[in-house]
Structure formats: C-alpha cells, structure tokens
C-alpha cells in the first residue's frame, strides 16, 4: 500500500465551478503537506504548503488538512481555464535528512470554458 | 536567476549506453533531488543531496548513480541503459529551512530507451 494516495481522476468541470481535489496517507508521522501544480510538459511547481492541521488560504484556492482522518484536500475556487493542470499533493515528515517527501500520482484537472 | 536548469532537454538511448543528465542551480539551495516520472505514477525520488559532498538513495536507485559536484550541480548518471528507465526526469533543489516542502524544479529531461 502506498504511504499517499491520491484521487486519480482525471476531472473535468465548467469554468466557474467549484473544485475539490483530495489525498489520504497512512504515515501519521507526516506534519507538512503541500500541493503541487503541474502544467503539461513543465516541472511541477508549489501551490501551498501547510504545516500540521488547519486550513490555509491564497486567493481562490484554500487547502484543508485533517490529521485524525490522514486526508487532505485542494479547493479551487471559481475555476478557470487556467486552471487546467496535474495537481500533486505531498508530504513530508518534521525530521527528515535534506527534506525528503512522498508524492501523489496526481490528479489532472480540466477546466473547460 | 535562471532557477533550475537541467541539460539535455530530450535524448534517446539504446539498451546499455551510458549517460549523464546535468542539473544546477542557482539559489545557494543545499538539498537537491532527483526524480523520475512515469505517466500515472506521480513522481519517485531516485536520490537525494542534503548537502555538498553527501548523497542518499531514494525510493528507484537502482540503475542509478549521482554525483554531487559542489553546491551548484546534482548530476544522475545511467551507466547501462534500460527500456524501463523510459521517463520523464526531474531535478529540483530545496533551501534548508524549507527542505522537501518548498522544492524549486527544473523542466525536466525526457528520456526514451529503445
């Protein structure tokens, strides 16, 4: 069983909706967790990172963390176009040697017009 | 700043050549990484760098080896090359205080062994 696993997809939804991507991990030692967006043929780049439990907010997008169910979850607000990419969570422990993390597969989300 | 720059872009192999893929970067980071990824597979850390002069295997290594040249420059290189090594390689460098959380990635090299 893999230590991540995230909701595969792929997802397609109308430009303006609402959007929840989602990862569940077994290694309750995890105490960051970060979302990744990846464009097609581009290196992934960060989207936010959040320490412990709790939501965390940046402009549309809001990231929640549940630690006593190990899940997590993206919410992208009025999506757009733009939007459209590979979204990877990760997760990383609080005393790892040069900050080694777990990877999702990833999630490929479509917004379509 | 160029970030992350990673040499070559593209290459094709055939079974058992030899190659070494180059990365740098230029944000004084000391961990460095490296990836691969496979479609559907999200991506596996094959080795990683906390420091100058200090590697470790990660999740893939094997097929593999590194170098970590001096604080800049993290280079994989594969001694005899394999159909399953066919993927999409990432660098990516990360400063101390962030490592592994707020990792900076290069724009990958794609590798095709036939």
């Known amino acids: 069983q893999k230590e991540v696993e995230q909701d595969p997809g792929p997802l397609s939804v109308p430009e303006g909706a609402i959007v929840s991507l989602n990862c569940t991990y077994s290694n309750s030692a995890f105490q960051y967790f970060m979302w990744y967006r990846q464009y097609s043929r581009k290196g992934p780049e960060l989207l936010m990172y959040?320490?412990?439990?709790g939501n965390k907010e940046d402009g549309r997008f809001t990231a929640q963390v549940d630690k006593s169910s190990k899940y997590i979850s993206l919410f992208i607000r009025d999506s757009q176009p733009s939007d459209s990419a590979t979204y990877l969570c990760a997760m990383r422990t609080l005393n790892t040697n040069a900050g080694k993390s777990t990877f999702g597969d990833g999630t490929t989300l479509t917004v379509k017009p | 700043n160029a970030g992350v720059t990673q040499t070559p872009k593209f290459q094709v192999l055939k079974t058992g050549q030899s190659m070494t893929l180059q990365c740098a970067q230029d944000m004084n980071h000391n961990s460095m990484y490296w990836y691969r990824q496979d479609p559907g597979m999200g991506l596996r850390l094959i080795y990683y760098?906390?420091?100058?002069?200090?590697?470790d295997k990660g999740e893939v290594p094997n097929g593999y080896n590194v170098s970590r040249l001096n604080k800049r420059e993290f280079s994989l290189r594969l001694e005899s090359a394999a159909p399953s090594q066919t993927s999409v390689y990432f660098c990516?460098?990360?400063?101390?205080?962030?490592?592994?959380?707020?990792?900076?990635f290069g724009p990958g090299t794609r590798l095709t062994v036939l």
């Open positions: 990516a460098s990360s400063e101390a205080r962030l490592a592994g959380v707020e990792q900076f």
């Open positions: 760098s906390a420091s100058e002069g200090t590697t």
């Open positions: 959040t320490y412990s439990s």
